[in-house]
């Protein structure tokens, strides 16, 4: 089964328009962490936002912010006011406390394309 | 801050040749991480190194092998290369990998074998 599902293959966002890509996760591990990276066309990841399975809120960094719904297994990310340079790749990726050190489970992205 | 570099960017290969790919990390961090991105099969863990020790390992087979010197810089290694390694190879470091540490990762080595 598929631990991290990102159900939307691409995206429109008209320019300065607010934007959710979604992310659902599959795990037993009572303690994970959930991340939020960016893929511009030159490869390079880019870290956007953290939220760990005990945070009681909502993560935020600048103009993205994370929905972060437990019970439901989601972990949607928000952009406001998109920009053009937000055109990219998106990916979410979860780390399982159970396997010791660092990796990350990716899903397999949202391409969100901006129009000016 | 320097942030993680890769080198080379660029690699083109033949089946059957070997190739080495290295990987330096923030000044600081300790554990590495490669992984392998196609269009396929997606963005794949590899391996994880911390302290000059593998600490996890991905399904991969043994022709993919790395290892952690004790600057923490790390390199990775293909063996007898097949058409379907090729992809773009992203490594990422952090302090330490446990708890809400993150993942930064480098601009990454895009290999093509032919």
């Known amino acids: 089964a598929q631990k991290i599902t990102q159900t939307q293959p691409g995206m429109f966002v008209q320019e300065k328009e607010a934007v959710t890509l979604d992310c659902t996760y599959d795990?037993?591990?009572?303690?994970?962490?959930l991340f939020w990276y960016k893929q511009p066309s030159s490869g390079e990841m880019i870290f956007l936002i953290y939220?760990?399975?005990?945070?009681?809120q909502n993560a935020t960094e600048g103009r993205y912010s994370l929905n972060f719904q437990k019970a439901r297994k989601s972990a949607n990310l928000v952009i406001s006011a998109s920009q053009l340079g937000d055109s990219a790749m998106y990916f979410c990726?979860?780390?399982?406390?159970?396997?010791?050190?660092?990796?990350?489970?990716f899903g397999g992205g949202t391409r969100l394309m901006v129009k000016p | 801050k320097a942030g993680v570099t890769q080198t080379p960017r660029y690699l083109i290969k033949t089946r059957g040749q070997q190739v080495t790919l290295s990987c330096s990390p923030i000044?600081?961090?300790?554990?590495v991480s490669w992984y392998q991105q196609t269009p396929g099969q997606g963005l794949q863990f590899l391996f994880e190194?911390?302290?000059?020790?593998?600490?996890n390992k991905g399904n991969f087979p043994g022709r993919f092998s790395g290892r952690q010197f004790s600057n923490s810089r790390s390199e990775m290694n293909v063996s007898t290369l097949e058409l379907g390694d090729s992809a773009l190879y992203l490594c990422a470091s952090s302090r330490s990998g446990t708890g809400t540490d993150t993942q930064y990762f480098g601009p990454g080595t895009r290999l093509t074998v032919l």
């Open positions: 190194y911390f302290s000059e020790t593998q600490r």
């Open positions: 990726a979860m780390r399982e406390r159970r396997n010791a050190g660092n990796m990350l489970t």
């Open positions: 795990t037993s591990d009572p303690s994970y962490g």
């Open positions: 000044s600081g961090h300790r554990s």
């Open positions: 939220q760990g399975s005990y945070d009681q």
